[in-house]
């Protein structure tokens, strides 16, 4: 039974987005958009199956954030009322609210840094499903793959507004980027982090080229649950949303000056921020990686697991980490760390990003002032992404689901600086572009 409801909510999102308005563009056939969100609902169920069968269930990710949510969902059977304290975090610390959360696996973590606890948030998302699923984690799947691809769906005409590359190399690049196709999929915080990046840039582009207040509140609600799905990527995300605004009427030369400036000041805001934001983004950084490899260390099992660098917390350690921190987060895994069919893929999906970016420089096509405006704001969100990634992150599986946020935005990056048209003239690709 849990089965053949599920599809029924998977065959009625299939057929909402078949139907309705918004989920239509131009040149392209409707049951295209509703076959990308059978590719993620298979995506979804991969995820779900790597946990369940290849992973304990008991340790997985999925797992645990889904019994969190059960445990929070009890309330709503005793007090409907603490229920959505547990949910919406008002009021959160009533002291009846404590046994719920001695139930909620990972609910609270040993060292918090005065951070914000993204995990709660995948928590209160199954916890509010199971209003509608009673339970079954099939239901719990179908919806977050649906979030998920209107978070890829929504990226897709945001870029297809801002640049002028093939439309079918665009969905690809927001879709069908493997690994950010399959980690985005299933239940994770990756999931809700697709939908809100999906929507925030969306928001960002209606707001870039028309103001209205409605698209205001959208992008900062969108923001907001960046922030609380990944703690990590708001604030490599908003200096390239200043970049974006700022650069505007810009030529090139000043968008270039611009680009290169506010990396400028950010780095010395992190760099300095104990003194000037009263916060030491340096220390927590290096507190929260000796903390990972300390942990990863005591593992059994540690998989996929590299020697990084310890961190120590000041600004000479962090310099010098830097390069090591983008390496790692670009091109790992590396081939002589592929030890399982994931790690294969994933080093096949970076020979690809490299053939890619090959052609790119083979067949450069030289940007115009809006398509360099949107490569630069890419190349920023992924640099200081990539940066606390690849500096935190001493495991190569977690760096792969951990950089998924950048990866369309890489990919449309490159593809847009490919010069088609000259590709078009090779004879063995004329009939590609004849779509």
């Given at each position: 039974?849990?089965?053949?409801?599920?599809?029924?909510?998977?065959?009625?999102?299939?057929?909402?987005?078949?139907?309705?308005?918004?989920?239509?563009?131009?040149?392209?056939?409707?049951?295209?958009?509703?076959?990308?969100?059978?590719?993620?609902?298979?995506?979804?169920?991969?995820?779900?199956?790597?946990?369940?069968?290849?992973?304990?269930?008991?340790?997985?990710?999925?797992?645990?954030?889904?019994?969190?949510?059960?445990?929070?969902?009890?309330?709503?059977?005793?007090?409907?009322?603490?229920?959505?304290?547990?949910?919406?975090?008002?009021?959160?610390?009533?002291?009846?609210?404590?046994?719920?959360?001695?139930?909620?696996?990972?609910?609270?973590?040993?060292?918090?840094?005065?951070?914000?606890?993204?995990?709660?948030?995948?928590?209160?998302?199954?916890?509010?499903?199971?209003?509608?699923?009673?339970?079954?984690?099939?239901?719990?799947?179908?919806?977050?793959?649906?979030?998920?691809?209107?978070?890829?769906?929504?990226?897709?005409?945001?870029?297809?507004?801002?640049?002028?590359?093939?439309?079918?190399?665009?969905?690809?690049?927001?879709?069908?980027?493997?690994?950010?196709?399959?980690?985005?999929?299933?239940?994770?915080?990756?999931?809700?982090?697709?939908?809100?990046?999906?929507?925030?840039?969306?928001?960002?582009?209606?707001?870039?080229?028309?103001?209205?207040?409605?698209?205001?509140?959208?992008?900062?609600?969108?923001?907001?649950?960046?922030?609380?799905?990944?703690?990590?990527?708001?604030?490599?995300?908003?200096?390239?949303?200043?970049?974006?605004?700022?650069?505007?009427?810009?030529?090139?030369?000043?968008?270039?000056?611009?680009?290169?400036?506010?990396?400028?000041v950010s780095a010395i805001l992190v760099i300095f921020s104990g003194k000037i934001l009263g916060y030491d983004i340096i220390q927590t950084l290096s507190g929260k990686q000796n903390d990972f490899i300390n942990y990863i260390s005591l593992q059994e099992d540690p998989g996929s697991t590299y020697n990084?660098?310890?961190?120590?917390?000041?600004?000479?350690?962090?310099?010098?980490?830097?390069?090591?921190?983008?390496?790692?987060?670009?091109?790992?895994?590396?081939?002589?760390?592929?030890?399982?069919?994931?790690?294969?893929?994933?080093?096949?999906?970076?020979?690809?990003?490299?053939?890619?970016?090959?052609?790119?420089?083979?067949?450069?096509r030289k940007p115009d002032a809006g398509t360099l405006r949107f490569v630069l704001f890419s190349a920023m969100f992924i640099l200081f992404l990539y940066v606390v990634v690849g500096v935190y992150t001493p495991?190569?599986?977690?760096?792969?689901?951990?950089?998924?946020?950048?990866?369309?935005?890489?990919?449309?990056?490159?593809?847009?600086?490919?010069?088609?048209?000259?590709?078009?003239?090779?004879?063995?690709?004329?009939?590609?572009?004849?779509?």
């Amino acid at each position: 039974m849990n089965i053949v409801l599920a599809i029924l909510f998977a065959v009625l999102s299939g057929v909402a987005i078949y139907f309705i308005r918004f989920f239509r563009h131009e040149g392209i056939k409707r049951i295209v958009f509703v076959a990308l969100f059978v590719a993620k609902l298979a995506g979804g169920l991969g995820v779900y199956s790597v946990y369940t069968y290849y992973y304990d269930p008991a340790m997985s990710d999925i797992h645990k954030f889904y019994r969190g949510g059960l445990a929070l969902y009890d309330a709503a059977d005793d007090n409907f009322t603490d229920y959505l304290r547990l949910v919406t975090g008002i009021q959160g610390d009533q002291p009846q609210l404590q046994k719920y959360y001695d139930n909620a696996d990972h609910w609270t973590r040993k060292f918090d840094y005065g951070l914000f606890n993204d995990n709660r948030t995948i928590m209160r998302f199954n916890a509010i499903v199971c209003f509608v699923s009673r339970g079954n984690i099939f239901i719990h799947i179908v919806m977050m793959a649906f979030l998920s691809f209107l978070g890829c769906f929504v990226l897709f005409k945001a870029f297809a507004k801002m640049l002028k590359t093939n439309r079918f190399l665009l969905l690809f690049a927001s879709f069908l980027v493997p690994s950010c196709w399959f980690w985005t999929s299933g239940l994770m915080k990756e999931g809700l982090m697709m939908f809100s990046v999906g929507f925030a840039f969306y928001f960002l582009i209606k707001i870039y080229n028309k103001f209205n207040i409605f698209y205001l509140i959208g992008f900062i609600l969108s923001s907001a649950l960046i922030f609380a799905s990944k703690i990590y990527v708001l604030p490599a995300f908003l200096p390239a949303v200043l970049f974006l605004f700022i650069s505007k009427r810009m030529k090139i030369k000043y968008q270039l000056i611009t680009f290169f400036s506010i990396l400028a000041v950010s780095a010395i805001l992190v760099i300095f921020s104990g003194k000037i934001l009263g916060y030491d983004i340096i220390q927590t950084l290096s507190g929260k990686q000796n903390d990972f490899i300390n942990y990863i260390s005591l593992q059994e099992d540690p998989g996929s697991t590299y020697n990084l660098t310890r961190l120590s917390p000041d600004i000479v350690s962090f310099v010098k980490l830097i390069p090591e921190g983008l390496v790692n987060s670009f091109f790992r895994p590396f081939p002589s760390e592929i030890n399982s069919a994931f790690m294969l893929f994933s080093f096949l999906e970076i020979v690809l990003f490299c053939l890619i970016a090959v052609m790119a420089i083979i067949f450069f096509r030289k940007p115009d002032a809006g398509t360099l405006r949107f490569v630069l704001f890419s190349a920023m969100f992924i640099l200081f992404l990539y940066v606390v990634v690849g500096v935190y992150t001493p495991n190569t599986g977690s760096i792969v689901r951990y950089r998924t946020p950048a990866l369309p935005f890489l990919v449309a990056m490159m593809l847009a600086l490919i010069n088609w048209d000259k590709i078009k003239t090779i004879p063995k690709f004329k009939e590609l572009f004849k779509v």
